[in-house]
């Protein structure tokens, strides 16, 4: 219940309108703001204390995606912005848990379904879809961390 809730408040807040249109400028964001405030590479690098040529690298760096979270705090910090970091869901959580709870889950009970063919025993296909979505269920309640263990 605790974790539920706590999924809750985490998907309003990372689903705002805001964060889920906030893509990276083809440019990347170091240039994107430095070009915006008017200034220079290097009156950049004069700000962080380095030479011209590592505002070049830190914005390649930045396309490159290995720059580190640091650097980009402080060329923000130069820049008098605040680096903003977070991880965004490309859905909600809990739909991301359904979603997951229902591979698994399809997953093990295809492979009882499969056991009890043997022995002409096996489902229809709406008790088998039942079946899946009971367990899903029963994973995200009780045994959420097995949602996340590797499934061949």
Known sequence: M???LARG???????????NHLHRPHKGWVRAVREALGMTSAQLAERLGVSRPRITALEKSEMDDTVTLGTLRRAAHAM???LVYALVPK???EE?????AKLVA???ITEIDHTMALEAQNMDQKSLEEEIEKLSQNLIREKLKQVWKEIN
Do not use: I
């Not at 991301?96 to 997951?100: D, P």
């Open 9 to 19: 408040a985490l998907d309003k807040k990372l689903h705002s309108a805001t964060l």
């Open 96 to 100: 991301t848990l359904k979603t997951r």
């Open 91 to 93: 859905s909600t959580f």
């Open 2 to 4: 605790k974790q539920e």
């Open 80 to 82: 008098d912005c605040t």
């Open 106 to 108: 399809r997953k093990l």
